[in-house]
T-cell receptor
Framework: AQTVTQSQPEMSVQEAETVTLSCTYD???????LFWYKQPPSRQMILVIR??????QNATENRFSVNFQKAAKSFSLKISDSQLGDAAMYFC??????????FGAGTRLTVKP | ETGVTQTPRHLVMGMTNKKSLKCEQH?????MYWYKQSAKKPLELMFV???????ENNSVPSRFSPECPNSSHLFLHLHTLQPEDSALYLC?????????????FGAGSRLTVL
C-alpha cells in the first residue's frame, strides 16, 4: 500500500523567512501525482500546489515551490517570505492514476510575527 | 453559492440517534468523496462516488451509510455511532476520478458522539 509520511508534526517560522516542510511517500507506480494542501483554522482544505511525477521541473506557485526528488520519493514544500496567513496544517498527498489517494498526517505550521 | 458546502458545521449526537451529514457541490464535478479526519492521523477515505455510483467503500462500518442522489449532492447517514466516531468529516469533489484531478474540499462537519 502506498503511504505518505510527514516527519515534522510541527514547524515554526519567523515572518518573512523561509521554511521547508518534508514529505516522503512509498509507491511502486511510475505515474502519479503529488499535492500539498493547506488547512487553516477555518478547516477548509485548499490546494497549495500540484506536481505530476512525469515532469522533472519542480512546480512553483508564487511563494510556494516544491523540491520533487522522484528517485528518493521525496516531495518537500518550500514557503518563501512567510506570512501570518500561512499558518495552518499542511498535508502532503499522493494520488495514483487508478484513484488511490493517500494523505500524510500533516504538519502544523506556526508563523511568528 | 460556489464550491463545496457541508451542513451542519457542528453536530452532537447520542449513540442511539440517527442523523445525516449533507454535502453539496456547485462545481459541476462528477466525483464526490467522504473523508474522516481525526487528530494527528492521516485523512481516511470512507466512500467515493463517480456519476452517482459508489466506486469505493474502504471497509467502513455499516453504521455509516452514504447516499448520492445526484452528482451535486452527497449524504452520510449516521446511526448507532460510537464515541470513537467523533471526528471531522470532510466532503470533497473532483471533476473526475483520474489522478490529475484536484480535490475541492468542504469546510467539514465536526461530529461529537456522546
Amino acid at each position: 500500500a502506498q503511504t505518505v509520511t510527514q516527519s515534522q508534526p510541527e514547524m515554526s517560522v519567523q515572518e518573512a523567512e523561509t521554511v521547508t516542510l518534508s514529505c516522503t511517500y512509498d509507491t511502486s507506480e511510475s505515474d502519479y501525482y503529488l499535492f500539498w494542501y493547506k488547512q487553516p483554522p477555518s478547516r477548509q482544505m485548499i490546494l497549495v500546489i500540484r506536481q505530476e511525477a512525469y515532469k522533472q521541473q519542480n512546480a512553483t506557485e508564487n511563494r510556494f515551490s516544491v523540491n520533487f526528488q522522484k528517485a528518493a520519493k521525496s516531495f518537500s514544500l518550500k514557503i518563501s517570505d512567510s506570512q501570518l496567513g500561512d499558518a495552518a496544517m499542511y498535508f502532503c498527498a499522493y494520488r495514483s492514476d487508478n484513484n488511490d489517494m493517500r494523505f500524510g498526517a500533516g504538519t502544523r505550521l506556526t508563523v511568528k510575527p | 453559492e460556489t464550491g463545496v458546502t457541508q451542513t451542519p458545521r457542528h453536530l452532537v449526537m447520542g449513540m442511539t440517534n440517527k442523523k445525516s451529514l449533507k454535502c453539496e457541490q456547485h462545481l459541476g464535478h462528477n466525483a464526490m468523496y467522504w473523508y474522516k479526519q481525526s487528530a494527528k492521523k492521516p485523512l481516511e477515505l470512507m466512500f467515493v462516488y463517480s456519476l452517482e455510483e459508489r466506486v469505493e467503500n474502504n471497509s467502513v462500518p455499516s453504521r455509516f451509510s452514504p447516499e448520492c442522489p445526484n452528482s451535486s449532492h452527497l449524504f452520510l447517514h449516521l446511526h448507532t455511532l460510537q464515541p470513537e466516531d467523533s471526528a471531522l468529516y470532510l466532503c470533497a469533489s473532483s471533476q473526475a476520478l483520474s489522478g490529475a484531478n484536484v480535490l475541492t474540499f468542504g469546510a467539514g462537519s465536526r461530529l461529537t458522539v456522546l
